[in-house]
């Protein structure tokens, strides 16, 4: 069975700098793409970054480029969304996701950590 | 950035009958390799959302056929043939044919 298990999240003051972790597990997360959507409670999905299978691509949303960093460990079978410079509007539940065959549906979803940026 | 849009933003539906969401992109989601990448996801109360339809019309695993997904282009559509008290919650269409990927507004669907 598929899981993915984020954490990290929790009360950040403006300026700070948490990292999230997704735990993969139930297949071979070396072989698949992979997201992080966020959502605002209440509101709408918004992509924010993805990677490739080993690393070497990373994309981002303009609204946390530069400020965010998307890495993954192979090995340890986990991914991490570094963050910094965080803003009160990045305040969200941030979502791992697992980009499917050809990586070009999100196929899993994580339960989500919610991240709140308020001093 | 593809501007994704969906309509209806809210559906009522009575148990039994059929449910219809439209979702408009600002440009055509047809890739240069001959696919188009839209999909849909249903997010139901309290829960990740979850994948129903993938380019356009493909039913990804355990999906039940009360659902299809059909469309091209920029417009598209997700047709629930009876809808059932287990399907309430809000629908997402997502483009995944250009960087960044974006989301429609969503649909929420309730049962009359």
């Known amino acids: 069975e598929v899981q993915l298990v984020e954490s990290g999240g929790g009360l950040v003051q403006p300026g700070g700098s948490p990292r999230l972790s997704c735990a993969a597990s139930?297949?071979?997360?070396?072989?698949?793409?992979m997201h992080w959507v966020r959502q605002v409670p209440g509101r709408g999905l918004v992509w924010v970054s993805r990677?490739?299978?080993?690393?070497?691509?990373?994309n981002y949303a303009d609204s946390v480029k530069g400020r965010f960093t998307i890495s993954r460990d192979n090995a340890r079978n986990t991914l991490y969304l570094q963050m910094s410079r965080l803003r009160v509007e990045d305040t969200a539940l941030y979502y791992c996701?697992?980009?499917?065959?050809?990586?070009?549906?999100?196929?899993?979803w994580g339960q989500g950590t919610l991240v709140t940026v308020s001093s | 950035d593809i501007v994704m849009t969906q309509t209806p933003l809210s559906l009522s539906v009575t148990p039994g009958q059929p449910a219809s969401i439209s979702c408009k992109s600002s440009?055509?989601?047809?890739?240069?390799?001959?696919?188009?990448?839209l999909s849909w996801y249903l997010q139901k109360p309290g829960q990740s959302p979850q994948l129903l339809i993938y380019?356009?019309?493909s039913r990804f695993s355990g999906v039940p056929h009360v659902f299809s997904g059909s469309g091209s282009g920029t417009d598209f559509t997700l047709e629930i043939s009876r809808v059932e008290a287990d399907d309430v919650g809000v629908y997402y269409c997502m483009q995944a044919t250009d960087l960044p990927r974006t989301f429609g507004q969503g649909t929420k669907v309730e049962i009359k």
């Open positions: 996701v697992r980009a499917g065959d050809g990586y070009n549906y999100f196929d899993y």
């Open positions: 380019e356009v019309s």
């Open positions: 139930g297949f071979t997360f070396s072989r698949y793409w």
């Open positions: 440009q055509s989601l047809l890739h240069s390799n001959g696919k188009t990448y």
């Open positions: 990677i490739n299978t080993d690393g070497s691509i990373t």
